[in-house]
């Protein structure tokens, strides 16, 4: 049976392995000491969220979200982080993740929710069902690098 809630102390391994493999999937390297803030921050800071999916009490989901304000709107929520165990993939486990947050998101008085992944993620198959793509919008980071230096106009 599928038990969805927020991360706790407990969950401590179980959540950090399957950060991990999220990380090592998108190709990004993080120190130890990088978990250990995240986690502690999602334990303490209201602000951000993290929730953990479990079958017979193993961690086999994650999810991470922020609240924020919206210019145009009542509030949003931002799901920055989903992932699940790749042996419990397609059994509903990231549809009951995304189900949990929008609920939360609700609650809180955050109804928007929204998140960004890459073109060509698998997991495209489920949020094409889930959610509606927005054609045409183009996902820009500042990159410091270029402007090092440079004096604010």
């Given at each position: 049976?599928?038990?969805?809630?927020?991360?706790?102390?407990?969950?401590?391994?179980?959540?950090?392995?399957?950060?991990?493999?999220?990380?090592?999937?998108?190709?990004?390297?993080?120190?130890?000491?990088?978990?250990?803030?995240?986690?502690?921050?999602?334990?303490?800071?209201?602000?951000?969220?993290?929730?953990?999916?479990?079958?017979?009490?193993?961690?086999?989901?994650?999810?991470?979200?922020?609240?924020?304000?919206?210019?145009w709107?009542?509030?949003?929520?931002?799901?920055?982080?989903?992932?699940?165990?790749?042996?419990?993939?397609?059994?509903?486990?990231?549809?009951?993740?995304?189900?949990?947050?929008?609920?939360?998101?609700?609650?809180?008085?955050?109804?928007?929710?929204?998140?960004?992944?890459?073109?060509?993620?698998?997991?495209?198959?489920?949020?094409?069902?889930?959610?509606?793509?927005?054609?045409?919008?183009?996902?820009?980071?500042y990159?410091?690098?270029?402007?090092?230096?440079?004096?604010?106009?």
């Amino acid at each position: 049976m599928l038990e969805i809630s927020p991360v706790t102390e407990s969950d401590r391994f179980g959540w950090e392995a399957l950060a991990r493999g999220k990380d090592t999937y998108f190709g990004v390297e993080r120190s130890a000491d990088d978990y250990e803030r995240t986690r502690r921050r999602l334990l303490a800071d209201e602000r951000l969220r993290g929730i953990a999916a479990r079958v017979d009490g193993e961690v086999v989901g994650i999810a991470h979200y922020l609240f924020h304000a919206s210019i145009w709107y009542s509030g949003k929520c931002y799901l920055a982080d989903l992932f699940v165990d790749p042996g419990f993939r397609r059994r509903g486990v990231a549809t009951a993740v995304i189900e949990w947050v929008a609920r939360d998101a609700k609650a809180q008085g955050f109804p928007g929710l929204y998140w960004n992944t890459l073109e060509d993620a698998p997991a495209r198959a489920l949020y094409d069902k889930v959610g509606t793509l927005h054609e045409g919008f183009i996902h820009y980071s500042y990159r410091r690098d270029v402007h090092r230096g440079t004096a604010p106009r």
